[in-house]
């Protein structure tokens, strides 16, 4: 698998993840209507949710994430 398409399947599973967890969250604690509990946990999931970004360095590419939690990149 290319390294560009690794990425956006660990973004699209960071995302689907932290949404699944949220969402059944805010399910459970707030009584709200089921569109405004998921656009809460779409947002919130996309604000904390890792990013992973490809980088061509010296001919070679790398997998590299950012998260809000972690200072600076990681390389994967």
């Known amino acids: 698998m290319k390294p560009k398409t690794r ?7 960071g995302f689907a993840i932290l949404f699944l967890l949220l969402r059944l969250a805010f399910g459970y604690f707030f009584d709200i209507s089921r569109f405004y509990l998921a656009l809460a946990a779409a947002v919130s999931a ?3 949710a890792p990013k992973f970004g490809v980088v061509e360095s010296d001919g070679h590419a790398k997998i590299m994430m950012k998260w809000i939690f972690i200072k600076g990149f990681r390389e994967i």
């Open 7 to 13: 990425a956006i399947v660990y973004n699209f599973l």
């Open 46 to 48: 996309s604000f904390l």
